[in-house]
Nanobody
Framework: QVQLVESGGGLVQPGGSLRLSCTASVYLHDYGIGWFRQASGKKREGVACIGSPDGWTYYKDSVKGRFTISRDVAEKMAYLQMDDLAPEDTAVYYC???????????????????????WGQGTQVTVSS
């Protein structure tokens, strides 16, 4: 069983930055990793993902150039750096992982919420002036 805990959310003004952290109970080497968000009344969507085992990244078009996904395997951590935040980025943000299985999981596929069996509890991000 993999446990994930997100942190780093909060209230930020438009144009500001936040760095979300995901603390895992396992080393994330070769794991597929995804950051997802769910705004009120909307479906959960993948915004930034890392494929397994290649480590390639994928970003939703609306966050390209503003969000950066990364991981620190030694520290059992994954991160989502979010810059130039806008009100439409307001949502609960979740991290999710898929253990390595020997099969290739493309990064874009990792951003499908149906892919991941392990989820954190989420952290609220609110972008407002």
């Amino acid at each position: 069983q993999v446990q994930l805990v997100e942190s780093g959310g909060g209230l930020v003004q438009p144009g500001g930055s936040l760095r979300l952290s995901c603390t895992a109970s396992v080393y994330l080497h070769d794991y597929g990793i995804g950051w997802f968000r769910q705004a009120s009344g909307k479906k959960r969507e993948g915004v930034a993902c890392i494929g397994s085992p290649d480590g390639w990244t994928y970003y939703k078009d609306s966050v390209k150039g503003r969000f950066t996904i990364s991981r620190d395997v030694a520290e059992k951590m994954a991160y989502l750096q979010m810059d130039d935040l806008a009100p439409e980025d307001t949502a609960v943000y979740y991290c999710a992982v898929v253990p390595p299985s020997g099969s290739h999981i493309p990064a874009q596929s990792m951003c499908d919420p149906r892919r991941s069996p392990y989820w954190g509890q989420g952290t609220q991000v609110t972008v407002s002036s």
